[in-house]
Structure formats: structure tokens, C-alpha cells
């Protein structure tokens, strides 16, 4: 029966999210049709994220290691367990902001309008692809986006989730730009919904959000890039490990 209603939340998010998305769109038509309108749009994704997210009980909740001042230009790097990572970076980076995500985002329903315009598709398989696509995040750096990236580069398979291997394009791309790389764990979001909620279903709650202090890449060569990755990810493993074993016994 637990799962049963589990499972009907799920049909309840994905309609809070269709809806919401309907309502807001447009919006995000008006806003999309011109590159100088993007930081509106994303304005209005983050109203989205927080609204279709708080009607079926799904509260962001997040912790700075030190406040965070997003009139500067950084490169986040969250750990990934959820669709709701997606929604709570939305509402943490309150900046124009752009995500780099799988190419075939940029045909869905709710994701395909943002993945062909303030979006960076890639298909991690091909390398013209990742070239492109770094290029085009090389172009929003440069002017003065801030870039979300998850480095595990999918959800994990596993459930409980691990954090797996972290990819190396985004500590080079930081490094190279010289742009600070704020870690970000999310620790339970999993236990609220694990990938898109199909299997296991979904329950309301609040998904706590811890925010690292941003890391200076200045003084970084390229040689640093696997260090830089290798730092983050021991940062956010410590995190999740010691958060995430005591909200799953909640």
C-alpha cells in the first residue's frame, strides 16, 4: 500500500510539472527568442522549479560552508541522484546560469526548449559533440554565466545510489577560464525521488542542499585538472557519506 501511494505521488509530480510548465510557457517562449532575454528565463525556470516542486511537497533547503555572492561567475558541480538536483539548482543559483546536460534533453517535453536555447547539449560519445559543447561553455564563461555541470555526468544505476568516477571536462574548463568551482551535495534527495520516481516512487519532503565554499582555480595549470577533480570529489563523498546514512535511517 506505502508503495502504491509512492507511486501515485510520482503521477502527481509529473502532472505539478506539466502543468506548472504549460502555465509558465509563455514565458519562456518570449524569453527564449533572443539571447539578451535569457537571464529572464531563467528567472522564470527558478520560479518554476520552486512552484511545481512546493505543490506536491518538495521543499529546498540549503546550508552555506560560506555565503556565496552570485554576482560573480563560477562553475557549479552538484553530485546527482534525482531530477529534483535539477529543480534545487535552479532555485540555488540565482544568477543567469546555464546547465550542460545529455543530448537528448533537448528533445523532451519540458527540457527541449532550454536545451536549445540557454542550454548546452552534449553527447558525451561523440567527441565533435563535446567540442562543440565545450566551446559553447567556454562562450558562456566568457560572458559571465554561470555554468551547472553534474561531473558524474548521469544518475547512478545504483540504488542506494554511489557517487561514481567524476568526468574531467569541467575542472579543465574551470581551470582554463580561471573560473571558482562551487561543490554542492545533496544528500537525500534520492530518498524523496531516485532518478524520475518510476520504480521506487516519491515522497514529499525537504531535500537538503549543502553548498561548499567556492575553490579558486587562479593559480591552476592544467596539470592540476585531476587534483582539482579528485579534490571535489573527496569533498562532496565526505558530505554525502556522513548525511546521507543518517537520512536514510530518518
Not at 60 to 85: A, G, I, Q
Not at 142 to 166: A, V
Request: glycine share 4%; aromatic share 14%.
Amino acid at each position: 500500500m506505502k508503495l502504491i501511494l509512492k507511486k501515485v505521488h510520482v503521477y502527481l509530480y509529473v502532472f505539478s510539472v506539466a502543468l506548472s510548465y504549460f502555465l509558465f510557457w509563455p514565458f519562456f517562449k518570449f524569453f527564449s527568442l533572443k539571447p539578451s532575454r535569457y537571464r529572464n528565463m531563467n528567472r522564470f525556470r527558478r520560479y518554476w522549479a520552486i512552484i511545481s516542486s512546493a505543490l506536491v511537497g518538495f521543499f529546498y533547503r540549503f546550508t552555506y560552508e560560506v555565503p556565496v555572492d552570485w554576482s560573480k561567475t563560477y562553475l557549479v558541480c552538484p553530485n546527482h541522484t534525482s531530477n529534483l538536483d535539477i529543480s534545487a539548482m535552479c532555485v540555488l543559483v540565482n544568477t543567469n546560469c546555464s546547465f550542460m546536460g545529455k543530448e537528448e534533453l533537448k528533445d523532451a517535453l519540458v527540457t527541449g526548449l532550454f536545451f536549445r536555447t540557454v542550454d548546452i547539449p552534449v553527447n558525451r560519445d561523440s567527441k565533435m559533440s563535446s567540442y562543440r559543447a565545450f566551446k559553447k561553455a567556454t562562450e558562456k564563461l566568457q560572458e559571465g554565466i554561470t555554468l551547472i555541470i553534474f561531473p558524474e555526468g548521469k544518475i547512478s544505476d545504483d540504488y542506494p545510489p554511489t557517487l561514481h568516477e567524476f568526468k574531467n571536462g569541467p575542472f579543465r574548463l574551470a581551470i582554463e577560464h580561471k573560473i571558482p568551482i562551487i561543490p554542492v551535495s545533496s544528500s537525500n534527495t534520492w530518498l524523496k525521488l531516485w532518478d524520475d520516481g518510476t520504480k521506487h516512487g516519491t515522497r514529499p519532503g525537504i531535500c537538503d542542499i549543502y553548498v561548499h565554499k567556492p575553490i579558486e582555480t587562479t593559480n591552476m595549470t592544467l596539470d592540476d585538472a585531476d587534483n582539482l577533480r579528485d579534490k571535489v570529489y573527496n569533498i562532496i563523498a565526505q558530505k554525502i557519506g556522513s548525511e546521507g546514512i543518517a537520512a536514510a535511517m530518518v
